[in-house]
């Protein structure tokens, strides 16, 4: 339930101004193709012009009437919600007003990811899937086109044939880079969602002439319509319901290497991935206690310090908690927290956080984070990886992209030397209405986030024995060992089926404890006053230290 706020604004030119970002939500910079304005057609009509010539006799040729060009009429671009470029050609003060843009079906365009590396030959961008069997692809993939000697980004479609079982990235874009350290940019396919996304109002100083771009606000899923009874009906997405059976397990094959004679664009396999996990050791705190969820975010969203976070963590290892958990890689959060955690005896659980529409190596907030854990590959100090937080819940990956994703990152993470587990986590009812059986082989271990105060039959008393029963739904659907990777209660916002308040929290978790806290992760170290409140107005309110006693 990691929260996002606005992005106010987000420097891309050097000297330009920058605005902090709150929460994981990154806007994506697209290439956007620029249509002619229409305009009538003008058609010369014909005209007989009388003129009386006085003078000497001779040939006598009229001047040409002028004419005017007709401009083509051209279909206009697709207007996706990018990042609005605005010019601040003098230092002062300016203010972008709030615009809105409404997408009525899932739009894919071709956009731009970044990202920096040493000297070298790289393979990037493509378009990867997996296949259980030898099956034809038509997909979608960016690439580049060099006409006149301008360089342009577009969407092609090609169709490959995947000559057996295996993970194959297609399409992708080779580059060399010479200098010691490059930033390399690449186009890559990128998904938005029907919504109504909005960039909010930005009011901005500059000192120098300066363009900044405003992002667009992800939009959130729609709510449940307003029940007639006095208290607020929970959402959905917590309520339990009776689950399928489980599907068989099946062991996903390795990559195969394609043939050599496969026509162009001719995709390149993926690494073979590393052997699967052995289950060498289970999860799980040795008292009531296991996990902490962990950001490190001041109460204004910006980043903690380095000295800020090491004192969060000594404080978490005070309590007697064994592991902590992080949600991305921002905020030099694997530095940083690593660094605390190997200092004071903790363990973690890493994630790769998905946080908007682009459930796939090519949206660049993903790479990003691949690419810093592979960069600090601290495999010592990890017990789990957990790819996607309620990605499916949310909208941003089907139940085929999020398995696509965890069998990419486990690919990506082995080749660096990680050999541990990996999971995603979702509410219950994302597992229940979706065919989940590729990601249940996907994962080695399952994971939901269970929260008894949006039930609205629970009381925080009880909070216990619903979190249990939460993670046994799951764990019958998936067949495997699973974890609660988010559990807790709000100190302030609506009742439901509870109350929010520190005594309802307090009793809550104590429940939680009691009934399985050595297989839950708590939610969370503080309060979170840089997220919105959001309709339950309970959003900044979970953190839950004052319980433990920090």
């Known amino acids: 339930m990691k929260g996002s706020a606005v992005a106010a604004a987000a420097t891309l030119l050097a000297g330009g101004v920058s605005a902090h970002r709150a929460g994981h939500r990154h806007a994506h910079q697209l290439f956007q193709r620029k249509a002619y304005n229409e305009s009538e057609t003008c058609v010369p009509g014909c005209t007989t012009i009388y003129t009386t010539i006085k003078g000497t006799p001779e040939l006598y040729i009229p001047t040409a009437p002028a004419t005017t060009a007709v401009v083509p009429t051209t279909t206009p671009a697709v207007v996706v919600p990018t990042p609005i470029p605005q010019t601040c050609p003098t230092p002062g003060t300016y203010t972008f007003p709030a615009t809105t843009i409404t997408l009525t079906e899932t739009t894919t365009v071709c956009g731009a990811a970044t990202t920096e590396v040493p000297s070298g030959t790289y393979t990037l961008g493509g378009v990867t899937t997996v296949v259980d069997t030898e099956t034809t692809v038509t997909c979608p993939y960016a690439t580049t086109k060099t006409e006149n000697g301008v360089v342009t980004s ?11 079982a295996g993970t194959y990235t297609i399409a992708p874009i080779t580059t060399t880079v010479v200098e010691a350290t490059t930033t390399i940019v690449y186009p890559v396919v990128t998904t938005y969602c029907p919504g109504t996304y909005t960039a909010p109002a930005v009011t901005t100083v500059v000192e120098t002439a300066t363009v900044i771009y405003c992002p667009f606000e992800t939009p959130a899923p729609a709510p449940a319509p307003a029940p007639t009874e006095a208290a607020p009906a929970p959402p959905a997405a917590y309520q339990a319901a009776p689950p399928p059976p489980p599907p068989p397990a099946q062991e996903y094959p390795a990559a195969p290497a394609p043939p050599a004679d496969v026509p162009k664009p001719k995709p390149k396999p993926v690494k073979p991935s590393p052997p699967a996990y052995s289950g060498g050791g289970e999860l799980g705190g040795k008292g009531d206690k296991w996990a902490m969820t962990y950001t490190p975010f001041r109460d204004d969203g910006h980043c903690k310090t380095k000295e800020e976070v090491f004192n969060d963590i000594a404080a978490i290892a005070r309590a007697n908690f064994d592991t902590l958990r992080v949600y991305s890689t921002d905020c030099d959060t694997l530095p940083n927290v690593g660094a605390a955690a190997e200092a004071h005896g903790l363990k973690m659980i890493v994630g790769i956080f998905i946080g908007a529409p682009g459930c796939s190596n090519g949206n660049p907030d993903v790479a990003t984070q691949i690419g810093a854990l592979k960069a600090w590959k601290r495999w010592d100090l990890v017990s789990l990886c957990v790819v996607g937080n309620e990605a499916l819940f949310n909208g941003y990956c089907s139940p085929r992209q999020l398995t696509d994703l965890i ?3 486990k690919s ?13 986590t979702d509410v219950v009812s994302a597992y229940e209405q979706n065919d989940v059986s590729e990601i249940c082989n996907a994962v080695d271990v399952v994971a939901c986030n269970a929260h008894a105060y949006f039930d609205g039959n629970t009381k925080p008393s009880q909070a216990g024995p619903f979190v249990k029963s939460q993670l046994a739904i799951v764990e019958k659907i998936c067949g495997k060992k699973g974890y609660i ?18 005594q309802q929290q307090a009793e809550a978790i104590n429940s939680i404890k009691n009934e399985m806290g050595k297989y839950a992760v708590f939610f969370s170290f503080d309060n979170d006053p840089w997220k919105k409140p959001g309709d339950c107005g309970c959003e ?10 920090i």
């Open 485 to 502: 990777m988010e559990t807790g209660w709000p100190t302030a916002g609506q009742c439901y089926g509870g109350c929010p308040g520190e």
């Open 407 to 409: 069998y990419h990152v």
């Open 540 to 549: 900044q309110s979970w953190g839950c230290r004052k319980v433990f006693g």
């Open 412 to 424: 990506e993470l082995g080749s660096a030397g990680y050999k541990g587990p990996y999971t995603t």
């Open 154 to 164: 577009v969407l092609e479609t090609t169709t490959y044939v995947c000559p057996s």
